[in-house]
T-cell receptor, first 111, second 114 residues
Framework: QQQVKQSPQSLIVQKGGIPIINCAYENTAFDYFPWYQQFPGKGPALLIAIRPDVSEKKEGRFTISFNKSAKQFSLHIMDSQPGDSATYFC??????????FGQGTRLTINP | EADIYQTPRYLVIGTGKKITLECSQTMGHDKMYWYQQDPGMELHLIHY???????EKGDLSSESTVSRIRTEHFPLTLESARPSHTSQYLC?????????????FGPGTRLTVL
């Protein structure tokens, strides 16, 4: 079973802090690593994604850090806001094959 | 951004009823997926399709069935709903020809079986 392990399960951060969510994968053939953001009652939305040829990608306040040798990648949210409170999922896939999702992290940003 | 539509958004139904959850996309995506998700919990792939007349079971066993007669339409059917089927059902699709699986989700159908 190809797995992606995500931690922590839940995270509470004060406004302006930098929450960090981590994921570890097993299959070295994975070559696409997206993060999804899901608000209650909504479907997940693609937030940011990275390929293994780079170690970091930034889009606005969201940054993915990628460590190929450790088979780990993480999401950092700079200057976090209460509106960032959501469930975040990491995922991985090989080529165009189906995504393998992490277990999800419920993030709460307190005002 | 892909346009994926799911109907109904909410459904409350009695045990034993047959239900069909609708999913359609207007982007010409060849790959489509159904996930089952309890609130705020893991996404479990229950069915997927890589094109017309192609359907496969996902990682989580499900009593539901799917069909793919048209590219844009991927309905999910439960022949006899039970309380254990209560969950959120999410449909997703991804574009053809890509080298990676950029997947887009619909808003979901929240199913409650009494």
């Amino acid at each position: 079973q190809q797995q992606v392990k995500q931690s922590p399960q839940s995270l509470i951060v004060q406004k302006g802090g930098i929450p960090i969510i981590n994921c570890a994968y097993e299959n070295t053939a994975f070559d696409y690593f997206p993060w999804y953001q899901q608000f209650p009652g909504k479907g997940p939305a693609l937030l940011i994604a990275i390929r293994p040829d780079v170690s970091e990608k930034k889009e606005g306040r969201f940054t993915i850090s990628f460590n190929k040798s450790a088979k780990q990648f993480s999401l950092h949210i700079m200057d976090s806001q209460p509106g960032d409170s959501a469930t975040y999922f990491c995922a991985a896939s090989k080529g165009a094959q189906k995504l393998v999702f992490g277990q999800g992290t419920r993030l709460t940003i307190n005002p | 951004e892909a346009d994926i539509y799911q109907t109904p958004r909410y459904l409350v139904i009695g045990t034993g009823k047959k239900i069909t959850l609708e999913c359609s996309q207007t982007m010409g995506h060849d790959k489509m997926y159904w996930y089952q998700q309890d609130p705020g919990m893991e996404l479990h792939l229950i069915h997927y399709s890589y094109g017309v007349n192609s359907t496969e079971k996902g990682d989580l066993s499900s009593e539901s069935t799917v069909s793919r007669i048209r590219t844009e339409h991927f309905p999910l059917t439960l022949e006899s709903a039970r309380p254990s089927h209560t969950s959120q059902y999410l449909c997703a699709s991804s574009r053809p020809g890509g080298s990676y699986n950029e997947q887009f989700f619909g808003p979901g159908t929240r199913l409650t079986v009494l």
